[in-house]
Antibody
Framework: QGQLVESGGGVVRPGKSLRLSCVASGINISSNGMHWVRQAPGKGLEWVAV????????YYAESVKGRFTISRDNSNNTVYLQMNSLRADDTAVYYC?????????WGQGTLVTVSS | DIVMTQSPDSLPVSLGERATIRCKSS????????????LAWYQQKSGQPPKLLIYWASTRESGVPDRFSGSGSGTDFSLTISNLQAEDVAVYYCHQYYKTPFTFGQGTKLEIK
């Protein structure tokens, strides 16, 4: 059945950094693109970033471009999201997910709170 | 960016009735080379991550009840839930994965009338 597990969230001050991890178990993500999606409290879903299966290309939402970096380590079935220069409007639950045309795997999410 | 606009924002429906949610994209998400519409529908229940219902606009994900169906092409799509059950109460999102930045609709809250 496979699952994704995110970690690394927490409370951080504006301008600081945080790195999120997403570990896949029971599913081999090395042949798939992987996404990060976030959801601010009480709000809808916002797509954040995607990385191709081999890590060769990454794409970002305009709201995070230049501040966030998605990467992956296929040998450890893990995807990362490095978040720099964090702002209050980055406060959200961050989910990693497989693409919809591949499978339906989402983690439970990790909460990032940016507050002074 | 491709803007996804759902209607309505909120939809009260009686148990056993049909619910239809619409999603309009600001540009076509049909890839003519393969005939696929890069459009998915997700269901999100309170406190849970989203669950994939439909991909390629009309292909039901494994395990999803056949009460859920998707249709449409190009820029206009719909999700229909027949014979509404109490467990269908959720927020539903359309999502285009045709072109980055990928985008979601604002969500439609389905509730029991």
């Amino acid at each position: 059945q496979g699952q994704l597990v995110e970690s690394g969230g927490g409370v951080v001050r504006p301008g600081k950094s945080l790195r999120l991890s997403c570990v896949a178990s029971g599913i081999n993500i090395s042949s798939n693109g992987m996404h990060w999606v976030r959801q601010a409290p009480g709000k809808g879903l916002e797509w954040v970033a995607v990385i191709l299966y081999d890590g060769s290309k990454q794409y970002y939402a305009e709201s995070v471009k230049g501040r966030f970096t998605i990467s992956r380590d296929n040998s450890n079935n893990t995807v990362y999201l490095q978040m720099n220069s964090l702002r209050a409007d980055d406060t959200a639950v961050y989910y990693c997910a497989t693409p919809p045309d591949v499978s339906d795997h989402w983690g439970q999410g990790t909460l990032v709170t940016v507050s002074s | 960016d491709i803007v996804m606009t759902q209607s309505p924002d909120s939809l009260p429906v009686s148990l056993g009735e049909r619910a239809t949610i619409r999603c309009k994209s600001s540009q076509s998400v049909l890839y003519t080379s393969n005939g696929n519409n890069y459009l998915a529908w997700y269901q999100q229940k309170s406190g849970q991550p989203p669950k994939l219902l439909i991909y390629w606009a009309s292909t039901r994900e494994s395990g999803v009840p056949d009460r859920f169906s998707g249709s449409g092409s190009g820029t206009d799509f719909s999700l229909t839930i027949s014979n509404l059950q109490a467990e269908d109460v959720a927020v539903y999102y359309c999502h285009q994965y045709y072109k980055t930045p990928f985008t979601f609709g604002q969500g439609t809250k389905l509730e029991i009338k």
